[in-house]
């Protein structure tokens, strides 16, 4: 038996590239397969099949270190971003406001009103409390599993 090269694993978004899936199924494919995984930092990397391996290898191959091509930047990764600007954005303004003496509630219910996204004064709390104390980084979202709308199941409502 021979043992993996680090080159055999691969993360979930260069998978679902290669198999032009979501990593959502990535993931859940992966373990109906039984394919082995291991930790790489906070995320999982998978051993593909052998079908998917010459693809897999490609995209490595051509996105260089860390995967960081353009092609790799998907649209739901390029979403992400964009709330991260917004919400710095409304933190810069919200601070701005509290500096010049303004007090602190009404700068949040205003600032919210002028944000060129929607959003309440509770989450703009919440993220500049995030932002004070972690930086940009706090203003990502940290879910995890399945989020937002559900599929209605048969027989309820």
């Known amino acids: 038996m021979t043992v ?3 080159q055999d694993f691969f993360g979930a ?4 590239l290669a198999a032009r899936i979501s990593k959502k199924t990535v993931h859940r494919r992966a373990a109906r397969e039984g394919w082995r995984r291991r ?12 079908a998917l391996l010459g693809k897999c290898l490609a995209l490595a191959g051509e996105s260089g270190p860390r995967g960081l091509s353009g092609e790799t ?11 991260i600007v917004h919400r710095l954005l409304a933190c810069l303004l919200l601070g701005s406001a509290i500096e010049a003496g ?14 060129s996204f929607r959003c309440s004064p509770r989450s703009l709390r919440r993220w500049f ?14 879910k995890r599993g399945r989020v937002g709308r559900k599929p209605n199941v048969k027989g309820r409502s």
């Open 39 to 50: 930790q790489d930092g906070n995320a999982f990397v998978y051993q593909v099949p052998r």
């Open 13 to 16: 978004a260069l998978i679902a």
């Open 129 to 142: 409390k995030a932002f004070a104390a972690r930086g940009t980084a706090g203003l990502a979202e940290r």
């Open 73 to 83: 930047v998907t649209p739901e990764r390029r979403a992400e971003a964009l709330r």
């Open 4 to 6: 993996p090269s680090h």
């Open 102 to 115: 303004s007090p602190h509630e009404s700068s949040l219910n205003r600032v919210a009103r002028v944000a």
